[in-house]
């Protein structure tokens, strides 16, 4: 059943990501979706859960109130598809790969194709996280192992992302730039990994808070191709 409550307190992305984070951790909760504007959230549950209840999961600064009934349903809301909702993340993709590939047309080079390709994810998926630097970390570390236990890292990645992609871009320690985005991209698919295996609907974080964008298996293949590009441009330098 999905219900539509009203939630005062929340002024911002955070807010938003707050209140996600604490309703979702309730079991009986599949899908929690909050509107800053309308001041409510949409609530997907296997099964009734108490206005009570609600309100303990969440901090004391949001109040949430009795759904509106005419907002209730009882069967599953239409929803876009998932593709649909993703459309801005592979229009993104089709540039980069167009702009890679004239960057190393002549003469062609696979190899730094792929170093500008990763390059320009780097500094334009930062893009969109600096955009709401507040918001980005209270979305990244729903699903971010390491953003869960070291808050602060959260704050830092877009910056880190910043630095990566330029030492793509100018060919700076490129070995390390590979191995970091190993362990950064990696540790997130774990994350990624497990909420898609919890079933979970929240916001992925991988364009920052701007678009919404739903976390799906896309956002699972969008993290492996960087982690294949990068192990294969290991495995050429040490040849």
């Known amino acids: 059943m999905t219900h539509t409550y009203t939630v005062t307190g929340m002024t911002c992305n955070g807010c938003k990501a707050s209140v996600e984070k604490a309703l979702l951790s309730l079991t009986e909760v599949e899908k929690a979706e909050a509107n800053i504007e309308k001041a409510e959230v949409v609530i997907t549950m296997k099964s009734h859960i108490s206005i009570e209840k609600l309100q303990q999961a969440l901090p004391e600064k949001y109040k949430i109130l009795q759904p509106n009934v005419f907002n209730t349903t009882i069967t599953k809301t239409e929803e876009k598809s ?58 990244f570390k729903m699903y971010d192992p390491l953003a869960k236990v070291v808050p602060v890292y ?75 590009m990068a192990i294969v441009m290991l495995f050429q330098l040490t040849q």
């Open 154 to 228: 959260g704050w830092v990645y877009p910056f880190i992302e910043v630095a990566l992609g330029l030492m793509f871009l100018m060919r700076f320690k490129i070995t390390v730039a590979l191995i970091l985005t190993l362990i950064i991209l990696g540790i997130t698919t774990i994350g990624v990994t497990k909420t898609l295996l919890d079933k979970k609907a929240i916001q992925c974080a991988c364009l920052g808070t701007a678009l919404k964008l739903p976390m799906t298996k896309a956002t699972f293949i969008e993290n492996s191709i960087m982690i294949i």
């Open 82 to 139: 998932d593709w649909k909702q993703l459309f801005p993340l592979f229009l993104i993709f089709g540039y980069l790969i167009i702009a890679a590939t004239l960057l190393n047309s002549k003469p062609w080079s696979f190899s730094g194709f792929m170093l500008d390709f990763m390059g320009l994810f780097y500094i334009v998926f930062s893009f969109f996280k600096l955009l709401d630097l507040k918001g980005f970390p209270e979305s």
